[in-house]
């Protein structure tokens, strides 16, 4: 490989990688310590790279651990995007948020676009067809279990559980599966009364866990999982025109 792009979206448990060859993604994959990313770069020839972590000293530190080993790569910096954003909610214009209003714009230009990020919370982000956000509604889902049980439920497994578990570890399955899908109903639906024509899109590793092939399907028009690592390749495009 030649001439490649490196996106890396630094996550709370996991790291995203995406070694894209112009628009397409030539290789995704996911490491948990730094010292992997090498491993999943072995062969290609990187000529630009951006990372985004919501902590920023963090980022800075990966970037400078990266471009030592010959890799240009920088981190994305929220100050240099505050345009994206309405004066009132800039405050919310993290690193991934910024990435996510260029992956739903390239994908979406025409709508406002609502994006549902699962991860350890679910975060609903309003971009409008401008590119600005236009605000944020955060559901700590995954937090309030961890606080509220002592075992780790297994949720969000590709086999669906069923309405009613028949033992401890099933009935939490099922609410915690349930529950979610119904908040996610519920919430998208008032937003849906600021901008009743925008376009849904799920995005985030957990939308891989989420069996997408029942009612639920319903609920969002698009299904993205790599849609930040698309935005980040579309930031480096733009800058290299």
Known sequence: MANMRLCIDIGSEYVKCAIFDGQQP?????????????KGIDGATIDHGLLICNNPIKGKQWAQ?????????????????????DPDVKDLLLPDTIAKIYG???????????????????????????????GRTTFPFFDILSQAMSIEPLVLTQQIPPPLGRNLVESMNSGCYYGLLGSVERIIAEIRQVSPN???VATGTLTE????????????????????????????????K
């Open 104 to 134: 739903a714009l390239t994908r979406y230009p025409m709508s406002d676009c609502l994006v549902v990020d699962f991860g350890t919370t679910v975060r609903y982000e309003l971009i409008s067809k401008e590119g600005r956000l236009l």
């Open 209 to 240: 866990n989420i069996n997408w092939k029942n009612p639920s399907s319903e609920l969002v028009d698009h299904i993205h999982p790599y849609l930040v690592l698309e935005g980040l390749n579309q930031i480096i495009n733009e800058g290299l």
């Open 65 to 85: 651990e990266i471009s030592s080993w010959n890799i240009p790569m920088k981190p994305l910096l929220p100050d240099n995007f505050l345009s994206s954003a």
């Open 26 to 38: 030539a290789r995704i994959f996911r490491v948990k310590e730094i010292e992997d990313i090498k």
């Open 198 to 200: 925008m376009i849904t």
